[in-house]
């Protein structure tokens, strides 16, 4: 074989190799659309309620801060969708997908639902939540969950105050 004979294989070759990614990547693409539109309002929730909780702590909101976090969070969601949807091509499980975006939109609904109870004063106790959920979940099937604990769900946030008691923000 010659130079010539082997660029030329060469080429067909990594001219095939690109073919199969593109149409390996459009097929990822194509799958991650729903999760994007699901994962877009949550994360413009989760700015709204976190610039409200901010203010409610007293914090200062700085706009570039705001944006710097939304931004990033946005890319680390795409990532995740990048990652569950090609893993879910790659394996052909669809419960990869699923599992992974159900994970980070549990996450994500978690955080808006913190953040709007905590602007409205509220600090949510998620253990205590989850271990509810979990002592529903045992009395119903009768397991024995005599040693979980559900308390109070929520606890008062303080809020800066000054000597005459007006809320003041934090410097």
Sequence with gaps: MTTTD???ITAIMSSGIAT???VFFREA???MVPFMIVAIPLIVLDLIFGIKAARYRGDRVRFSKAFRR????SLEYLAWITFAATATLAFG????EIVVLGAVVINEVASVVG???ESKGVKLRWG?????IIHAFGKKHDLDVEGVDANEFTEPIPRP???KGRFVKKS
């Design 70 to 73: 939304t931004f990033g969070k």
């Design 93 to 96: 499980y669809r419960w990869i």
């Design 6 to 8: 082997n660029s030329t």
């Design 128 to 132: 205590n939540i989850l271990n509810s």
């Design 20 to 22: 199969t990614a593109v």
């Design 115 to 117: 953040n709007y109870f």
């Design 161 to 163: 105050r000054d000597a």
């Design 29 to 31: 693409v194509i799958s």
